[in-house]
Nanobody, 117 residues
Framework: QVQLVESGGGLVHAGGSLRLSCAAS????????MGWFRQAPGKEREFVAA????????DYAGSVKGRFTISRDNAKNTVYLQMNSLKPEDTAVYYC??????????WGQGTQVTVSS
């Protein structure tokens, strides 16, 4: 079993920055790829960013590429999402997830990010 707890969300003006954190426990965190997803009101959950087990490979949704950076600290069992140049359309609940067995099947409770114009 894996437990994930996100933090760092909040209210920010457009153009501002936030750093989300996701603390993991319950498994060998460093063995698994991790991802960030988001869900805006009335929309489906969408992929934001992913990072492999070592941190040596990352992937981003086109809408956030160049503005967001995913990273991880395996010694702290934590994955981060640095979000810069935030836009109102980035407003959503952000979730982290662990990829075990080829799919994201452990999820955190989410953290709200609100970007005002």
């Amino acid at each position: 079993q894996v437990q994930l707890v996100e933090s760092g969300g909040g209210l920010v003006h457009a153009g501002g920055s936030l750093r989300l954190s996701c603390a993991a426990s319950g498994r060998t965190f460093s063995s698994y790829a991790m991802g960030w997803f988001r869900q805006a009101p009335g929309k489906e959950r969408e992929f934001v960013a992913a990072i492999n087990w070592s941190g040596g490979s990352t992937d981003y949704a086109g809408s956030v590429k160049g503005r967001f950076t995913i990273s991880r600290d395996n010694a702290k069992n934590t994955v981060y999402l640095q979000m810069n140049s935030l836009k109102p359309e980035d407003t959503a609940v952000y979730y982290c997830a662990v990829k075990v067995g080829g799919s994201y099947n452990y999820w955190g409770q989410g953290t709200q990010v609100t970007v005002s114009s």
